[in-house]
Each structure stands twice: as C-alpha cells, then as structure tokens.
C-alpha cells in the first residue's frame, strides 16, 4: 500500500527549455519530486516511466508526438496517469488524449493550482 506520507514522484517532458524549467520550479514548489525529460528520446531511453506517480506529457514534441508516446505507455505502464500539456489549441488532440484516458488535459500557460488539483486528481490524494 503506497504511504500517504511519501513525496509523489511526476515525471515532466517538454522540448520547450523554458517551459521545462518552469514547469520543474513549480512542481518542486509544490513538493513533488521531479524528474525533467528535454526529449522524448531521452525518456524513452532512460526506462524510468515505471518509477512515477504521475507524467506530464507534453503533445508537440517536434519529430514524436506526445500523444504517440501517450499510446506506447498506455501498453507499457497502463496505469500511470498521464497528464497531456500543450500550447496548441488542438480539438483532433484534445479528443486523442481523452480516447487514451488520460488523466488530464491542460493547456499552457496554465495556474499553478490547476496544476497541482489535477495532479492530485491523477494520483488519488
């Protein structure tokens, strides 16, 4: 049984440097561990998406979309909660990341309550 008193670990990828850090900043503000992927090669490589509560996935990754690798865990790691972020106002998207279940949908720049609420949410707290 997961302990109610253990820091929840969020993985975050995002190609954006800015948005990375931002977004690592925030989290940290909020007493999560972090851990930051600037690729998606990167994350793909490092194995880890096993070891997180929860992953903020962005959907613009450049040459792999976030929604494809969204399809990659679903198969791998189906029960982490995904939380698609995006800067693209993308209805086609929007409805890709809700047929995959994700746990949520946020679209930058976003409030750092909101953040924090749908995290929560994603990992039961």
């Known amino acids: 049984m997961?302990?109610?008193?253990?820091?929840?670990?969020?993985?975050?990828?995002?190609?954006?440097p800015s948005a990375l850090a931002a977004a690592g900043s925030l989290l940290t503000a909020l007493e999560f561990k972090v851990v930051l992927f600037a690729s998606a090669d990167g994350?793909?490589?490092?194995?880890?998406?096993?070891t997180f509560d929860c992953?903020?996935?962005?959907?613009?990754?450049?040459?792999?979309?976030?929604?494809?690798?969204?399809?990659?865990?679903?198969?791998?790691?189906?029960?982490?909660?995904v939380i698609f972020i995006t800067g693209l106002d993308d209805e086609d998207a929007y409805r890709q990341a809700l047929e995959l279940g994700c746990a949520g949908f946020l679209r930058k720049p976003f409030q750092a309550h909101v953040l924090a609420e749908a995290i929560r949410t994603a990992t039961g707290d």
């Open 2 to 16: 997961d302990d109610p008193k253990r820091q929840k670990v969020v993985g975050v990828l995002d190609d954006d």
């Open 43 to 50: 994350f793909l490589k490092s194995n880890s998406a096993g």
């Open 55 to 81: 992953l903020l996935l962005d959907i613009d990754l450049g040459a792999i979309s976030g929604i494809d690798i969204g399809r990659e865990l679903k198969i791998c790691h189906p029960m982490l909660p």
